[in-house]
């Protein structure tokens, strides 16, 4: 949930996967599906295990036990202690990884491949057996709040942040910030968490994505051998929950000890649901490549290069979640500049997007620089896992991202100006401004002058 | 697994099952050093230029220098503005990055291998490296992007903590200097065009390239870079830092949360004691979860969500630190368990059973270091800019096996004196 993602990982998914099998998948009977890519440039593996759960699953009053929990997932088991479990990844030259954002929880290993099954015997014991004990649970709740400490209290593009997510947001649970709300987090207990694993940590809402130099008919037995025995339950219902539609502009400012003012503009905006059937998420995408793709973009070349109103500008937009969608504009404003007048600029270059489109050059470029960024996401192992889990987890089969890369390439410059005009509206809108406050409540020292 | 050659001189083969990566050698006609692996799976090209040009060849009041000569560089060159540099390099789907650190200045680039998409990305690549313009009323605008991020920097405890620690262990060596928005505000056109002209050179190159290419076409890649600049000489060093006293040094803010450095100059790169203090500081704080400064600070009292410990070799001596950030009013207590957990293992250093799943840990990894393309160049670069032994990554996991208790308590006890160490603390009570 950074906001510093500035490139949307639609924009990078592989090329070549539309050519053969791999990936390859299965389903066990208890509803939990495997999904290995076989990629054999180096002796490793990695494993990761996806929960379909996330802060968007939350209820008022325990924001943040998603993440909680994935904390408490590490406290053990009857058969691996407290602690054990980094242990034993340590032991077999791995390295492992977590991270909950607002729609999965996702578990991670990179490790030396034959260490894979050890892994995935791990993964499966912690599936259903995790003890969530009181004790180490009051330790780690304190960890968590130093951990919120350093995200978001003390940092104040992220506080911002959080708190135009809490305007943008009225009724969707998107509105809670991932790490929970502090007092949330002061009054959470071992049982919230417990809970909440009782409740969403179940074979039938887990997928696990393989990649690396395996075989899939050794992974598929495996994951029988270790997976296959977990029993599934019954999930709650999740009731779709649909923000109200925005009427008006919505805005909210932040203060905090800050030396440069920071503006960002979310507009609601689209998100795939229909790979074949929506349209509009992948102009949104082209549209973003092109406003901010790469250093000559129409952003940083007019507004950083040429007016120098901002210090630095981007987009973000990611067109793949499991509730409504954003599209963000940000930046910082020059010395000299204020936040008014960034936002001038910013709302002159849409105003030009949605009067006179965008170039077919502009648009050849950002799709050359999308074919190649398939080529080089292929470099990584990681990253292969991630994009299948991640599109997984918005409920776009990984089968269908060759196609989205189509789809991406079909695009045409007319679809970007509709979308422009459609989505960059003012009803729809919220700006977060940090106010930047000095660090001792003083007047600032003058600034250095450069010329210009 | 490919067969472990090098130009200069054949690697011991005992270790090919675990290692298995082939970095070739040569020094091109030009004068530059230059290291290659090939790998074709996959359809790209990494090179990667270093050269001895980083902050700590800043002359004395122009900190930032060298930072803002490579940031410049490919904002203009030869016949091509900044904006014909970027739109033709995502033309192609290439990318020009780069770096500067305390020791290197860094340009990257990483293309399609095709050769309708590389040469073009390689001209561009050329230019930028040869004929950087350095253009005045570009130099002023980055300038004041420079002066802006270092006065937000200012804000953040955490970088107000890092500058501190810098400059407090190396009060008299350059790596301690730090950019202010005065320096920046100093410098001239003419301060990067000399600074390119002295640093830019072959005999401070080194080259490192990655990727879909044979051996010949490396070399005249290679080559074809190197040729452009001028000759000149390596450059030279200053003295090394010397070794401050112990000191505390605690700044105000009003941050929730401390943040905390500890630590003091230890060791430079190509130093044999460095497998000794990175297999006993995986124990320390450099095991992540399992290390004791996680366990004590983090998982039994729950004062932090980071705590670590690393060295970081540099071409000179670079530092030993711990690191972490706790609730303001609790610092002290935090350093008080810090210290305890160092002070304990600089005496004791690990038990066996400890050091025994470092090195399981350390060696078992060894193959995720090298996994992908990027991970290749990042080390075989690093081998080659420091000029650490070309059969290094084979070397690797015999040396950390080697590493004995003792070995351990004695390189902690040459390289991290406790008497000397440097705290550091923002926003503590």
Known sequence: ?452 | MKKLLTAVFTLLLAQAALAGVKIEHWVSPSGARVYFVESRVLPILDVQVDFAAGSMFDPAGKSSLAALTLSVLDLGAGKLDETAIAEQMADIGANLGGGADTDRASVYLRTLSSKDKREPALEILRTVLHQPLFDAAILEREKARTIAGLKEAMTRPDSIAGKAFWAAMYPNHPYGQQASPETVATLTRDDLARFHARYYTAANASITLVGDISRDEAAAIAESIVAGLPKGEAAKLPLPPPQPKGSLVKLAHPASQAHVYIGLPAIERGNPDFFPLLVGNYTLGGGGFVSRLMKEVRDKRGYAYSVFSHFAPLKQTGPFQIGLQTKRSQANDAIKVAREVLDGFVKDGPTEEELTAAKANLTGSFPLRLDSNKKLLDNAAVIGFYGLPLDYLDQYQGRIQAVTVNDIKQAFSRHVRPADLITVTVAAD
């Open chain 1, 1 to 452: 949930m950074r906001l510093q993602q500035l490139i949307p990982f639609l924009l990078v998914p592989w090329l070549l996967t539309a050519a053969h099998a791999n990936p390859y998948e299965m389903t066990l009977k208890n509803g939990m599906r495997v999904i290995v890519k076989e990629d054999r440039r180096a002796p490793t593996a990695v494993q990761m295990v996806w929960y379909r759960v996330g802060s968007v699953d939350e209820v008022d009053g325990t924001s943040g036990v998603a993440h909680v929990l994935e904390h408490m997932m590490f406290k053990g088991t009857p058969s691996v202690g407290p602690g054990e479990f980094n242990k034993r990844v340590a032991a077999a030259g791995g390295r492992d990884n977590a991270f909950t954002s607002r729609d999965y929880t996702a578990y991670c290993q990179q490790v030396p491949k034959e260490k894979l099954e050890e892994m995935m015997q791990l993964e499966a014991d912690r599936m259903r057996h995790l003890n969530v004990d009181a004790k180490e649970f009051e330790q780690e709740i304190k960890v968590v709040m130093e951990e919120r400490r350093m995200r978001t209290d003390d940092n104040p593009q992220s506080k911002l942040f959080e708190q135009m997510t809490a305007v943008a947001f009225q009724a969707h649970p998107y509105r809670r910030p991932i790490i929970g709300w502090m007092n949330d987090l002061e009054t959470m207990t071992a049982a919230d968490a417990k809970a909440w694993y009782d409740t969403w940590y179940v074979p039938n809402n887990a997928y696990a994505v393989i990649t690396g130099d395996v075989d899939h008919h050794a992974v598929f037995a495996l994951a029988e051998k270790y997976y296959g025995p977990l029993e599934g339950r019954a999930l709650p219902v999740r009731k779709a929950q649909t923000e109200p539609t925005q009427e008006g502009v919505r805005k909210v400012s932040v203060k905090a000890p800050a030396e440069l003012p920071v503006l960002i503009m979310g507009y609601k905006a689209p998100v795939l649901r229909d790979v074949e059937k929506d349209s509009e998420p992948y102009a949104l995408d082209m549209l973003s490549a092109i406003l901010d793709g790469h250093d000559a973009a129409r952003f940083n070349k007019k507004l950083v290069r040429e007016n120098k109103v901002a210090l630095s500008v981007g987009i973000d937009y990611d067109g793949t979640a499991r509730g409504p969608g954003m599209l963000y504009l940000h930046g910082s404003p020059s010395e000299g500049k204020t936040v008014a007048d960034l936002e001038a600029a910013l709302r002159a270059e849409i105003a030009h997007v949605q009067k006179d489109g965008v170039s077919e050059q502009e648009l050849k470029r950002a799709k050359a620089q999308l074919l190649a960024s398939q080529v080089y996401k292929l470099d990584s192992m990681f990253g292969q896992a991630m994009e299948i889990g991640q599109n997984e987890s918005a409920g776009i089969p990984y089968q269908k991202i060759s196609r989205m890369l189509e789809k991406l390439q079909q695009v045409t410059a007319a679809e970007i100006q509709a979308v422009a005009q459609k989505y960059f509206n003012d009803d729809a809108l919220t700006i977060g401004v940090l106010d930047p406050q000095p660090l001792d409540g003083k007047a600032r020292r003058p600034a250095v002058a450069t010329r210009h």
